[in-house]
Every structure is written in C-alpha cells, then in structure tokens.
C-alpha cells in the first residue's frame, strides 16, 4: 500500500535554486491520493470533540469540506479579504515579502463552539496564526490544526505554540 509521500511529487530547484518545491498537486490528481490524504488528515481528529471545520483559501477548502462533510460538520471558509459578501472580521499578518489579510463572515463561529482548522500546509505558519486570531476574535476555540503536510525547516509549528498541531507528512527541510 502506497504512503502518502509517494504520491507527493518532489521539485528541485523551484522556485529558486536550492529550494525542493513539494507538489501536492500530484496526490490531488490520483483518486488513491486524494482519498488517503483526506482520510490520514481526518485520524488526526478521532478524539477531538470538535463542532466547526475552518479551511484556509484554497487548499484548506479542499480538504477541509470533505472531513467537515464525513464528520457532518460546518465548514467555514477563511478567505483573502474582499471575497465574502456580508459583514466580516479580518486580521492582517506579515508574509515574507509584504502583508496579506484574511477575513470570516462575522457570524460563523459561535462563542464557546471548538473549531479545528485545516490546510495542506505548514510553513512559516503565518496564515495559520492569522486564522487563529480570526477564530478566538469571534470567541471559537481551536481545538485542533490539521496539515497534510508541514515544512519543518520554517519553524511554523514553533509559532503556534500552544496550540495541538497535527500534520500527515513532515519534511526536515525548507
């Protein structure tokens, strides 16, 4: 039986010399892929009391809607500002060149309800943390982040300290 990793396709030199570029592209692709992806991110939640599903545009859509739909959950889309048409709540985070800010319509989390957020990956965790703060902002708590993959070398999990941070595959570098 094929591991997750063997669906993953391995880029050197992308986008710039000396950086192996991890395509997951390639397990969305393979029907085999897909389904062990999304079912190896959904075991990371089997004792996890959790009443809301949050995904991060656009990965985080992919494979949080199907655990959200296997789980019968919600599904609450984190999205770039600007995308979501009723009243919303946003929080700014720096990137490596620039800022960006996401932003959730203002009444999808409930107080008090547990929340876990999914996406295909962790680098800088950057985004990840923006989402948090999203979530607690509208008084969620996050039980849970949920990665298909993690680059370790980018210290990410470090920055979400606190927090229970699960990912499928982890690879040592940048």
Known sequence: MKKIEDYVLSIPDFPEPG?????????????D?????????????????VDVIAGTESRGFIFGVPIAYNLHKPFVPIRKKGKLPRETVSVSYDLEYGSAEIEMHKDSIKPGQKVVIVDDLIATGGTIEAAIKLVEQL????????????????????RLNGYDVASVICYDGK
């Open 33 to 49: 892929g897909l389904q062990l992806a999304i079912d190896s991110m959904q075991d990371c939640l089997k004792d996890i009391d």
């Open 139 to 158: 008084g969620g708590e996050v039980v849970k982040v949920v990665f298909l993959m993690e680059l370790a070398g980018l210290k990410g999990r470090e």
């Open 19 to 31: 950086v192996i570029f991890r395509d997951i592209t390639s397990v969305l692709q393979d029907a």
